[in-house]
């Protein structure tokens, strides 16, 4: 079977004459060109080789090479890598640590939670300011033309 990756597919037609899309901005270069890293599954608390939804548009690296080092641009060559000492090497060091690995999600996970109570707490009270601001900007208008029209009220009857 002939791997087809879903972004050929959006390969425009026109008059006939396919045309690639093209990404010719410095913000898109920017984003299309840097290979995407490649993760494994964990399933049942096991990381597992995964070659479903893997995009090669830009290249794949892989954690277990040096950073900079190999970029594979096809599901043949990257599946070849994935049975090579080094790589199997990696994914049972990841699964050695995945308890580590777990523990320390659970407490970010925690930590997350707690920051965003945090964060509502103090969206609370800057609500809580703001209105207390805009009462006492009320009052200091109300003091102003208070003491704007204090002559004219105390004119004395002659
Ligand atoms: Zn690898």
């Given at each position: 079977?002939?791997?087809?990756?879903?972004?050929?597919?959006?390969?425009?037609?026109?008059?006939?004459?396919?045309?690639?899309?093209?990404?010719?901005?410095?913000?898109?270069?920017?984003?299309?060109?840097?290979?995407?890293?490649?993760?494994?599954?964990?399933?049942?608390?096991?990381y597992r080789d995964t070659f479903v939804n893997l995009n090669f548009r830009d290249g794949l690296k892989c954690p277990c090479m040096a950073t900079g080092q190999k970029v594979w641009q096809n599901l043949s060559g990257f599946r070849t890598h994935t049975k090579c000492a080094k790589h199997q090497g990696w994914l049972m060091e990841l699964n050695r640590n995945a308890a580590d690995i777990y523990s320390r999600y659970v407490e970010l996970q925690e930590l997350a939670d707690q920051r965003a109570q945090i964060n509502t707490r103090l969206e609370n009270e800057l609500a809580v300011y703001k209105l207390r601001c805009e009462m006492l900007e009320r009052h200091i208008h109300d003091i102003q033309s208070l003491t704007q029209n204090l002559p004219s009220m105390m004119t004395i009857d002659e």
């Open positions: 079977m002939k791997y087809i990756h879903k972004s050929t597919l959006h390969i425009h037609k026109y008059k006939n004459t396919y045309i690639m899309p093209s990404f010719t901005s410095p913000l898109t270069d920017e984003v299309f060109c840097r290979p995407v890293v490649y993760k494994p599954i964990l399933v049942d608390g096991v």
